[in-house]
């Protein structure tokens, strides 16, 4: 039955299993709900394997800044280790609630779409980096795209 999987962890342990037989692994370090589908079950049962020593670190992620409301309540909230995140130096949403509960609560992050999908390159093709980017450490655009935090909007 189509999405039945929506209201139990069978998908989640098949998956695991899965995975694990896959990698040839006792034990994976990052295990994240994507799109915070079946959240809500998901994370208790990421948990469990955690104790259990099958899952090393739990999180959450989404890449659509329409979810970040409900992503920062995991950040702020869950039992969770890492969140997953998309940010770059043009989507800077997660600087509002999601950076600042995942320090509070000692959270790792993880970013997603830092060049936005490529596109960023494609706008600096065939330009050279500010002067300032050698001072910096930045010998690419890729560098410079991915080296945040980007300065405070006016």
Same mark, same amino acid.
């Given at each position: 039955?189509?999405?039945? +999987?929506?209201? !139990?962890? *069978? ?5 695991? !299993?899965? *995975?694990?037989?896959? /990698?040839?692994?006792?034990? /994976? !370090?990052?295990?994240?709900? $994507? *799109? ?11 948990? #469990? ?6 899952? =090393? $670190? ?8 329409? +979810? ?18 998309? +940010? ?6 997660? #600087? ?22 490529? =596109? ?10 500010? &002067?300032?980017?050698? &001072? ?19």
């Amino acid at each position: 039955m189509i999405g039945s +999987y929506l209201t !139990d962890n *069978s998908y989640g342990h098949r998956s695991l !299993d899965q *995975s694990m037989e896959r /990698l040839r692994r006792r034990q /994976l !370090d990052v295990v994240q709900v $994507h *799109s915070l589908t079946n959240v809500e079950i998901m994370v208790p049962f990421l948990n #469990e394997m955690k104790a259990q020593g099958r899952i =090393r $670190h739990v999180g959450v992620t989404h890449h659509d800044p329409l +979810y970040f409301e409900p992503l920062a309540w995991w950040a702020e909230n869950g039992p969770i280790d890492f969140v997953q995140v998309h +940010y770059s130096i043009r989507t800077r949403d997660a #600087e509002r609630r999601i950076f600042p509960a995942a320090q509070k609560r000692g959270l790792g992050v993880m970013l997603n779409m830092p060049l936005e999908k490529a =596109r960023l390159l494609k706008i600096v093709e065939g330009r050279p980096l500010p &002067d300032f980017a050698a &001072d910096i450490g930045v010998a690419t655009w890729a560098q410079y795209f991915s080296s945040g935090p980007f300065p405070t909007r006016p």
